[in-house]
């Protein structure tokens, strides 16, 4: 049997299952190359070994082996809480922090068998799209170290990316889920807003904030996404009513490992950032969004050009919400002087904000969620480019001046938080490499509840381009 970092999660679920190895080997083999590799790269923020080993013996001998992820090992992102365990948020205003419960997504995961092998870095407070903060070492590209991961889950990306993790689980309010996918040569899925029960969207302001999963396949990813759903007595339990009708056993590693079905797609490169920023796609986004059109069309997808009517309105209703989200971080008096540069300028920001100001920015949102799926509503999908650049280097961002920073954020990451304001899902894959040996993909939206023909198209797509199968120089 191949060493077990090699497996995809799928198979090492199988391997799991039939007893060849037992949750404490599996365990044991990925804490070993944490231990080796992180301290280059920086995925893990804290390692819980003792603590994964006792939870790994439990789950052998008291979770049922019909739990969807059982015995297979993944990371909390360190934006969420479990008990015992430092929770760091980030933040140098965090530092030392342990609480004493665990969040609702935690408790999902070891619900449905997960063994946590500790906490996975992030930007502070999850607000910037890399993972670059002054409280932890960055997260490192494994495919060029030099560069950064992307973020808000940038080390759940490097975790898996350098075989660290078969898969993990992530949280995005503008990308933070797909951006260090896309980076790290990783699938990463938004799921449509409510689906994920624990990370529904619904409790965040503007319902920006979803869970989902980051994998190195397709059919990992729906793995993982089922078992992020949780069931109450059998059934799943929503939290919502679902637009597009779900089966409730769990139905979307099936889409991913049929991989079924054509579809007519739209081709787009125009975002909603395109009035206030300078958008500016490079050439290898561009190279590998035609390398999936191409694909596409050779599978006998229906593929059509498309674009976005321009709007105005978007770029300061969005950058509201996220300096109104930031108002709440648990920051006051000295404790301010803790946080970053961007942080700091956000909170200071979003603590000025009327509820006026608020209020037109929410009903501008909707408006253009309302637009949106208007506009794209006779598409099966849409592709567009997964960034508008190359994975940037570490450093890369203004660390003094907000409006900069902001900026160039946008810049990186034009095609994401469109999905975030109007719920729909989404999916990166990559599809193609530069001459650098840096991993470039494009991103699939789909249909409210779209998941489904998501990981059918994904699939298609990666049997076709066996990305899949190629590894990082780390690894």
Not at 104 to 120: I, N
Not at 188 to 217: F, M, Q, Y
Not at 349 to 372: D, I, K, N, Q, W
Request: charged letters at 20%; one cysteine or more.
């Amino acid at each position: 049997m191949a060493d077990l970092h090699e497996l995809t999660a799928l198979e090492l679920w199988q391997e799991l299952q039939s007893g060849r190895v037992s949750p404490r080997e599996v365990a044991s083999h990925f804490l070993d190359r944490i231990e080796r590799l992180n301290p280059e790269l920086g995925a893990f923020v804290t390692v819980t070994r003792d603590q994964a080993l006792a939870r790994a013996d439990e789950v052998a001998e008291r979770v049922p082996r019909t739990a969807p992820l059982w015995g297979l090992p993944f990371g909390d992102k360190d934006l969420w809480m479990r008990a015992g365990v430092p929770a760091g948020f980030g933040s140098r205003a965090m530092t030392g922090f342990v609480p004493d419960t665990s969040d609702e997504l935690v408790e999902t995961m070891d619900a449905a068998g997960g063994v946590s092998l500790g906490k996975t870095n992030a930007p502070e407070f999850g607000l910037p799209a890399y993972t670059e903060s002054l409280a932890a070492p960055p997260a490192r590209n494994p495919w060029d170290p030099g560069r950064g991961a992307g973020g808000s889950s940038g080390g759940a990306a490097v975790a898996v990316a350098a075989g660290m993790l078969p898969f993990a689980p992530g949280s995005d309010g503008g990308g933070s889920i797909r951006i260090p996918a896309a980076a790290c040569g990783l699938v990463g899925l938004k799921p449509t807003r409510g689906l994920v029960p624990a990370g529904s969207g619904i409790e965040s302001l503007a319902g920006l904030v979803v869970a989902g999963p980051i994998a190195r396949d397709t059919a990992d990813a729906a793995l993982l996404l089922d078992g992020m759903i949780a069931k109450r007595n059998g059934r799943i339990d929503h939290h919502f009513t679902l637009r597009a009708p779900y089966d409730d056993d769990g139905p979307f590693l099936g889409a991913a490992v049929r991989g079924e079905g054509r579809f007519q797609l739209g081709v787009m490169t125009t975002s909603a950032w395109d009035g206030a920023y300078d958008i500016a796609i490079a050439p290898e986004a561009r190279q590998a969004l035609s390398v999936a059109v191409e694909a596409f069309s050779a599978m006998g997808h229906g593929v059509e050009e498309t674009a976005l009517t321009p709007d105005d309105t978007y770029a300061p209703a969005f950058r509201t919400i996220w300096q109104a989200g930031a108002a709440r971080i648990p920051a006051e008096g000295e404790t301010l002087s803790l946080l970053e540069p961007l942080t700091a300028w956000l909170v200071e920001r979003g603590r000025a904000l009327s509820a006026r100001e608020l209020s037109e920015a929410l009903s501008a949102l909707t408006a253009y969620e309302r637009s949106f799926l208007a506009q794209l509503s006779s598409f099966d999908a849409v592709l567009t480019p997964a960034m508008a650049l190359t994975p940037r280097p570490l450093g890369w961002y203004d660390q003094e001046d907000g409006e900069r920073n902001f900026e160039q954020q946008v810049q990186y990451t034009p095609f994401t938080s469109m999905l975030n304001v109007t719920g729909l899902p989404g999916i990166v894959l990559p599809v193609w490499q530069t001459e650098d040996g840096l991993p470039m993909g494009v991103q699939l939206i789909g249909r409210p509840g779209g998941e489904r023909t998501l990981l059918s198209l994904a699939a298609q797509l990666e049997r076709r381009m066996h990305w899949q199968d190629r590894r990082p120089p780390v690894w």
